[in-house]
C-alpha cells in the first residue's frame, strides 16, 4: 500500500473500527497524511489523489509549512 499524498511505501495501520472491522485507517509516516479505508479513490489512490494536494519527500525539507511530525504512540 502507498500513502495517496505522498506516495510513500511507509504506511502503517492506526486504527480499526472497534466493532465489526468495517474500516481500518491507515497512516503515512513520511507525511502524516491519515485515511480511512472506506473512503473513495479520490482519497485512498495515489492516482487518483488530487494533484494540487500530493506532496513530494523529496521536498520536505524545504517545506515550512509541514508540522513536525509527531512521536508515534504503540
Ligand atoms: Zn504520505
Known amino acids: 500500500m502507498k500513502c495517496p499524498r505522498c506516495e510513500s511505501e511507509k504506511v502503517n495501520l492506526l486504527t480499526k473500527a472497534p466493532v465489526d472491522d468495517a474500516w481500518e ?4 509516516e513520511t507525511c502524516t497524511l491519515s485515511w480511512r479505508n472506506t473512503e473513495g ?5 495515489p492516482e487518483k489523489y488530487d494533484k494540487r494536494f500530493k ?6 525539507k524545504e517545506l515550512d509549512q509541514i508540522p513536525p511530525i509527531p512521536e508515534l504512540k504503540k
Do not use: G, M, R
Open 41 to 45: 479513490p479520490n482519497i485512498t489512490d
Open 55 to 60: 506532496l513530494n519527500p523529496a521536498e520536505f
Open 25 to 28: 485507517v491507515y497512516i503515512c
